[in-house]
């Protein structure tokens, strides 16, 4: 669904490259459109399980479960290696970021979402491994876990450093 050219394509990275950036983001936004057509994005922390990026959210209503709810559709972005610099004269950033397009849903299955949890509680604080099981067990009930399956997958990088 390539709606729109890259500009300059010469920075369009792999596919390849676009799934290590996701994996190696440390959030997200997502972003959706209202009721009334009024764009709205919210950063969130996240993780990659099985190609899909996967969060979690309270699972009382709010503004942008209700407009998942209503609409499914939604735009990701991610951004890392993102580092100011001055090159030639001028002032530029170096970046690798991921644009993507896809549908979130509601995980269902509970084994699914205790998975969702233990990965995030995994990767952004490790070190408490052992706290992991309790945490969820008392947050559980107020817990819902969604996952966004990708229809596009666009990732771009400028002035990176070679690795």
């Known amino acids: 669904m390539d709606r729109y050219q890259m500009r300059m394509a010469d920075r369009e990275l792999s596919l390849e490259e676009a799934y290590a950036i996701l994996e190696a983001g440390e959030y997200c936004v997502i972003s959706t459109v209202d009721e009334d057509g009024a764009p709205y994005g919210v950063p969130l922390s996240y993780v990659m399980l099985d ?11 709010g503004h942008k479960m209700d407009d998942w709810h ?8 991610v951004a890392t290696e993102v580092e100011p610099c001055f090159e030639d004269t001028f002032f530029t950033t170096r970046f690798a970021s991921v644009v993507a397009s896809g549908r979130i849903s509601p995980i269902q299955d509970t084994a699914r979402i ?10 952004y604080l490790p070190e ?8 969820i067990e008392r947050e559980i009930a107020d817990t819902a876990a969604w996952e966004v399956t990708f229809s596009e997958v666009r990732a771009k990088g400028a002035r990176r450093h070679q690795k």
């Open 51 to 61: 190609g899909k990026l996967c969060i979690h959210t309270t699972n009382t209503h």
């Open 70 to 77: 209503r609409d499914a559709r939604v735009s990701v972005a």
């Open 114 to 123: 205790r998975k969702v949890l233990v990965a995030l509680c995994m990767k």
């Open 128 to 135: 408490l491994k052992d706290e992991i099981g309790p945490a």
